[in-house]
């Protein structure tokens, strides 16, 4: 079984609709996080957690909001999905420190139509 | 603001070729690594490397934080190295990564 699990991975909805992308791990690590990926764009952060309590935007977070249900999930929301929120959104974790390694999870390719 | 720049943009190798991947970054990090993208977009970490050298079997990498550059070396490519290569650095404390844009690599046979 994969450490970092996202779900679902693949999604296709309509503009107006909300969305949920979920995000479960099993490596124990304190630090999660949620990317979008642009072509040509790279990785940008839309929110990070450092713990249960914790939650921080990142540099995309308009148009979207987080939960941490818990150390192991962490979950992302489109309350009212556009076109131009189309792209390949991605979890990832890491130790409790900022020097540890980011292990990422397969990601989720979403289409709003 | 934070700069993380990755060259080349593009990169095509035959089979067998030795490649060097550049990082630049603007500010000095605590936290630098290397990712590889594969054609079905999975992301692996392939080194945590603030600073030094590290080797993984064909790949290695050196970061020279007093120069603010980092270099991922791929030797004797093969066609499951094709993809993407990410730089993404941390510059103090609890700041998330940064990524860069990002080395496309394709290897043909």
């Known amino acids: 079984d994969a450490d970092v699990t996202q779900t679902p991975r693949n999604r296709i909805t309509k503009t107006g609709k909300r969305i949920m992308l979920e995000c479960s791990q099993t490596k124990g690590h304190d630090r999660m996080y949620w990317y979008r990926q642009d072509p040509g764009l790279g990785l940008r952060l839309i929110y990070y957690?450092?713990?249960?309590?914790?939650?921080n935007k990142g540099e995309i977070s308009d148009g979207y909001s987080v939960s941490r249900q818990a150390q192991a999930k962490f979950s992302l929301s489109l309350e009212s999905a556009i076109p131009n929120q189309t792209a390949l959104y991605f979890c990832?974790?890491?130790?409790?420190?900022?020097?540890?390694?980011?292990?990422f999870g397969d990601g989720t390719r979403l289409s709003i139509l | 603001g934070i700069q993380v720049e990755q060259s080349p943009p593009d990169l095509i190798l035959q089979e067998g070729a030795n490649s060097t991947l550049r990082c630049n970054f603007s500010?000095?990090?605590?936290?630098l690594q290397w990712f590889h993208q594969n054609p079905w977009g999975q992301l692996i970490n392939l080194f945590y490397i603030p600073s030094g050298t590290k080797q993984n079997g064909r790949l290695s990498a050196t970061t020279v934080a007093t120069e603010r550059y980092s270099l991922l070396y791929i030797s004797s490519s093969q066609t499951t190295d094709s993809g993407v290569y990410f730089c993404a650095v941390g510059f103090s404390g609890n700041t998330p990564l940064v990524f860069g844009k990002g080395t496309r690599l394709s290897v043909i046979a």
């Open positions: 957690s450092f713990d249960v309590k914790d939650i």
């Open positions: 500010d000095s990090v605590n936290n």
């Open positions: 990832a974790t890491s130790r409790d420190r900022a020097t540890q390694p980011q292990h």
